[in-house]
């Protein structure tokens, strides 16, 4: 209430005027004339009678004038408050323009501010880029200084390292080469004792084969049958094919006698004559494995 009365002064002003002023109407108004009868008087009462439609009317005037009293008191206050209103709202737009005042020259100042830092971080920005790129660019001759001498140390490991790679090969050359003659040496000497060993072996086996040719001729004769009608003198040559102990696993007759019969007939000698002798050096089967020899049993 008291924060009202000191915003609004005057409209708190002209509301006490109005009620006094209403104050001073009621009392004027009223009918003061004291009307006692005082106890055990014997002064008759004088009475007047009134008409009732003239009291109406008195009613209804006072009651106007009551209403009419009201109604101006009413609009008073109302004119008071609608003055008190107006003058809220003048003050409190006028203190909206002093705050905005306010806020605009904070603004301002905030805004000088700001812009006095922003001033201030782009020449240290400025000049942070300048060191940066002095500092980078110190960094890159550096960097490049560095880069042409690992080049140059590069190129100098490189052509030692070429010397010695050719070093290298050139001995690995000559390593193979002594290596390769030595080994075509090798395989000249084992060539040779295998020819000579070969040689040496075909001398046996022909000695052991000159040997048991007869064995074998005789073992074939002894199961040899003449065919009825074949004449005497009559030879073939024949093949045999043999596995290790002597076994007969084919027999065939390569150079004829010019009779079939007897050809046939020498052909199964041959296989009942199985096994055939054989040297008891195993060595010698591989020159076993095929033998042929002329078959001649009239001799």
Known sequence: MWQAVRENPRAVAYALLMHLGLLLLLVFSLDWTPKSIKPGSNKP?????VDASKLQAIEEKKLAEQRKVEEDKRKAEEAVKQKAEAERRQ???????RKAEVERKQKAEQDAK???????????????QQQAEEKRKAAAATKQKAEAERKRKAAEAAKKKAAAEKQRKAEQAAKEKAAAEAAAQREAEQALQAQLAEEQAQARAESAL???IPYIQQKIQRNWLR????????????LVKL???GEVVDAKVVRSSGDPLFDRSVETAVLKASPLPMPDDATMFKYFREINFNFKPDT
């Open 45 to 49: 009462i004088q009475a007047e009678l």
């Open 114 to 128: 700001k812009k006095t830092e922003a001033d201030r971080k782009k020449k240290a920005d400025l000049a942070a």
């Open 243 to 245: 596995i290790p102990g």
């Open 91 to 97: 003050q409190l737009q006028q203190e909206q323009a």
């Open 227 to 238: 065919p009825a009608g074949s004449p005497a003198g009559l030879s073939c040559l024949i």
């Open 210 to 212: 000159s040997q048991y």
